[in-house]
């Protein structure tokens, strides 16, 4: 099938989302879990071997400053569903302020990040990649902490990793997904809203909630 940014909106708030098989195969195919993988945002779990490396990496967190170097950087692996006419929607999305990245920056090079797409006060992480230690972690700690703190309700990870699951993410079902779905599209966030996130702060705030 061949989509538009407007039906790949309309997907999301539906419940569904995109892939194709391989990035060089042109066919893309809607998936509907039974089961979904989300993040609580008060649920993400910092161990304390991660709140060093996050206090100590050296790392520069910046936010839609590389959104194709992020999703290119999650591409390039040996398997993946990203291919290119979902690589060009994705960047479609971006330009409309419906789709977002979180960049890992090692002084000047990309070294991890995640992107997702943005309705309401949901949030549908895509994918993340790292190429150092911990990097999507990290990534994904300073991603929580701004959801939190910019209004978001729902944090969809599509599905249940056992790398997620070790991060706080858990698995509902359909129909309580659709409900909390529903719950988030009826509310308003602010991704790019203006926020200071130094890694003391992130850790702190993260674990006094969780």
């Given amino acids: 099938m061949s989509l538009t940014p407007e039906l790949l909106l309309h997907g999301y ?12 195969d042109p066919e893309l195919f809607w998936v509907d879990p039974k089961f979904r993988g989300v993040f609580p945002l008060d649920g993400f779990h910092i161990s ?3 709140a060093r490396r996050i206090r100590k990496c050296g790392f520069t967190i910046s936010i839609n ?7 290119d950087g999650c591409a390039d692996r040996a398997d993946t569903w990203i ?5 060009d929607l994705y960047q479609q999305l971006y330009r409309s302020g419906h789709a977002h990245s979180l960049e890992v920056w090692e002084e000047d090079a990309l070294v991890g990040g995640v992107y ?7 949030f549908f992480g895509e994918s993340m990649f790292s190429r150092r230690k911990d990097a999507s972690k990290i990534a994904l700690a300073y991603l929580v902490d701004r959801l939190r703190q910019t209004g978001f ?15 706080g993410a858990l698995e509902i079902s359909r129909t309580q997904y659709r409900v909390e779905l529903e719950e988030a599209l009826n509310a308003s966030a ?8 130094s890694a003391e702060g992130v850790i702190q705030r993260i674990t006094h909630t969780s």
């Fill in 65 to 71: 400053r590389d959104f194709v170097g992020v999703v």
């Fill in 116 to 122: 997702g797409v943005s309705l309401g006060a949901a």
């Fill in 48 to 50: 304390r071997s991660l």
């Fill in 83 to 87: 291919n290119a006419e979902l690589r």
């Fill in 13 to 24: 708030s539906i419940g569904i989302f995109p892939m194709a098989e391989h990035r060089d």
């Fill in 153 to 167: 309700r729902l944090f969809d990870t599509q599905f249940l990793t056992a790398h997620l699951a070790s991060l």
């Fill in 190 to 197: 602010d991704f790019e809203a203006e926020l200071r996130q």
